[in-house]
């Protein structure tokens, strides 16, 4: 069974940085690009950035370029979102996510992930 459990979420300052991080499990991690995603209040779940695993190819939405980090640690099984001068509208709830293929076919879309952790929740406070 395809398991992602992210971790890592909280509160913070404007300015301030968090680390998430996914922890997959039930696959082959070197099989599956991993996605970020974020969701929030009323809006729609949009795709942060995805890290391939066929080439290790990072993608990032031009809100968070140069602000966020994804990475992975393939002795880990875990992929890592730093995320660094952090601002309230990165407030939301943040997802990892899999389509089950090795490279990110970026942009990334909700719609096209097949395995999706729970969520942790990120607050930026102005």
């Known amino acids: 069974e395809v398991q992602l459990v992210e971790s890592g979420g909280g509160l913070v300052q404007a300015g301030g940085s968090l680390r998430l991080s996914c922890a997959a499990s039930?696959?082959?991690?070197?099989?599956?690009?991993i996605g970020w995603f974020r969701q929030a209040p009323g809006k729609e779940r949009e795709g942060v950035s995805c890290i391939s695993s066929s080439d290790g190819s990072t993608y990032y939405a031009d809100s968070v370029k140069g602000r966020f980090t994804i990475s992975s640690d393939n002795a880990k099984n875990t992929v890592y979102l730093q995320m660094n001068s952090l601002k309230p509208e990165d407030t939301a709830v943040y997802y990892c996510?899999?389509?089950?293929?090795?490279?990110?076919?970026?942009?990334?879309?909700?719609?096209?992930?097949?395995?999706w952790g729970k969520g942790t929740l990120v607050t930026v406070s102005s």
């Open positions: 996510a899999s389509g089950a293929i090795a490279t990110c076919l970026w942009p990334i879309y909700y719609y096209g992930m097949d395995y």
């Open positions: 039930g696959f082959t991690f070197d099989d599956y690009a």
